[in-house]
C-alpha cells in the first residue's frame, strides 16, 4: 500500500502544545487536549504520548500523571521523523459558504500544504469582517490541528483571510502558479507539468460562482496560468482538493 495507512488504534497519541521546545522536561496539556486525552481517549500514567507545536518539533514521552485539570506527560525523547512534503504549496480558495472552508482546511492539511488563503471577491456569498474573521480563522486552525494530529504533521498549514482576489495573488511568490480555469483556452494540468520541477506552488480556486473573467485576468497579470481538469465541472472544494493531490504527487511527495 506504500506510503497510505489508516491510523492505528494502538498508534502514539498525538497532542498540540505550542510553548514547548527542544529543552522541554515536561509537557503540561489544559483545556482541550486534556479533555481529550482524559475523557476521550481515557489515557493514564505510564501511557505513551506526544507533544507537537505545529512549527516542525514533536516531542515523545510517556504520561507521568492525570489529573482533575491537567496532564504531565514526561519528555523522553525527539521525533526526528519528518511528514512534511518537500514542495511548498499554497491554496489561494474563494470563501465557500457553510463548513465547507474548514473540511478544505482539514484535507489540504492531510495533504501537506503549506497555506491556505481564502479571498473574497463579488462572487463569493460570504462575507466576513471584523470579529467574524477572527472567529473564522480561529475555528479554522483548530481544524488544522486536528487534521495534523491524525496524518502525522509536525508543522501547521498558515491559514489567511485576504479582502480581494487581487491581494491573494499579489502575495503569492510561488514558482508555479496555476488557476483552475474551465472555460475552453486552459491548458491540462499534464502539459502544464511537463518538463518542470518548482520548489513551490500556488492553486487558485473560484467561490461557488467561480472566478469571473476580469478577477482572472487580474491572476494572469500575477503570472497564473490557466489551466483544466478535464470536461466535467467540479465542486470547488473537489477541485481544490483533487488539484492539491496531482500537485504534491508530480511535484511533492505523494506516490
Not at 476521550?40 to 489529573?67: C, H, K, P
Request: with cysteine.
Amino acid at each position: 500500500m506504500g506510503g497510505f495507512r489508516f491510523q492505528e488504534a494502538d498508534s502514539m497519541r498525538r497532542f498540540f502544545l505550542e510553548e514547548i521546545d527542544r529543552s522541554t522536561k515536561t509537557a503540561e496539556l489544559t483545556g482541550e487536549e486534556f479533555v481529550h486525552l482524559k475523557k476521550v481517549l481515557r489515557l493514564g500514567a505510564g501511557d505513551e504520548a506526544s507533544v507537537f507545536n505545529g512549527l516542525g518539533l514533536e516531542l515523545t514521552g510517556r504520561i507521568e500523571s492525570v489529573g482533575a485539570r491537567s496532564a504531565v506527560i514526561s519528555i523522553e525523547g525527539v521525533c526526528e521523523e519528518t511528514k512534511e512534503s518537500p514542495l511548498e504549496l499554497t491554496l489561494l480558495q474563494g470563501l465557500l459558504k457553510g463548513d465547507r472552508p474548514e473540511f478544505i482546511v482539514q484535507k489540504a492539511t492531510e495533504l501537506g500544504l503549506s497555506g491556505i488563503c481564502f479571498y473574497t471577491t463579488a462572487r463569493t456569498v460570504p462575507r466576513i469582517d471584523g470579529e467574524g474573521a477572527e472567529k473564522k480563522l480561529s475555528r479554522w486552525r483548530k481544524a488544522a490541528v486536528e487534521a495534523a494530529k491524525q496524518c502525522g504533521r509536525t508543522t501547521l498549514p498558515q491559514i489567511s483571510l485576504a479582502p480581494s482576489l487581487k491581494e491573494a495573488v499579489d502575495g503569492s511568490k510561488a514558482g508555479l502558479k496555476l488557476l483552475l480555469w474551465e472555460k475552453n483556452d486552459a491548458i491540462s494540468l499534464k502539459d502544464v507539468f511537463s518538463g518542470i520541477r518548482p520548489a513551490s506552488a500556488a492553486l487558485l480556486v473560484g467561490p461557488e460562482g467561480g472566478i469571473s473573467d476580469d478577477d482572472a485576468d487580474i491572476a494572469v497579470d500575477a503570472g497564473f496560468r490557466k489551466t483544466g481538469m478535464g470536461p466535467r465541472i467540479l465542486r470547488a472544494e473537489t477541485a481544490a482538493i483533487a488539484a492539491a493531490a496531482l500537485v504534491q504527487h508530480a511535484f511533492g511527495d505523494l506516490y
